[in-house]
C-alpha cells in the first residue's frame, strides 16, 4: 500500500518531496505550485481523486529562504527590527 501511494504521487510534477511520516499524518509532501488558487485546483482536482486519501492539512509559505550548505544553517540569523 505505501508503496503503492509514493509511485502514484510521484506522478505528480507539483510534488518535489515526499516523506513518510510517524504521529498524525502518514506521510508529507511539499509540492510547488504557483498560487493558493493553484494549489487548490491540485489538492482538490487531482490528489484527492486518486483516492485512498482519507485526511488532507495543508499550509503553505508566503516566502521562502534557501540554506546554501550545512555550515549556513549553523550561523546565526538576524533580521532587520
Request: with cysteine; charged share 25%; hydrophobic share 35%.
Amino acid at each position: 500500500m505505501l508503496e503503492s501511494f509514493e509511485q502514484s504521487i510521484s506522478r505528480f510534477p507539483e510534488v518535489m518531496e515526499c516523506y513518510l511520516m510517524t504521529g498524525d499524518s502518514d506521510y508529507l509532501l511539499r509540492v510547488i505550485v504557483r498560487d493558493t488558487i493553484e494549489l487548490q485546483h491540485f489538492i482538490i482536482e487531482r490528489y484527492r481523486k486518486r483516492g485512498g486519501v482519507a485526511n488532507i492539512r495543508s499550509s503553505f509559505c508566503p516566502q521562502a529562504g534557501q540554506i546554501q550548505d550545512c555550515a549556513s544553517r549553523e550561523r546565526a540569523v538576524r533580521l532587520p527590527s
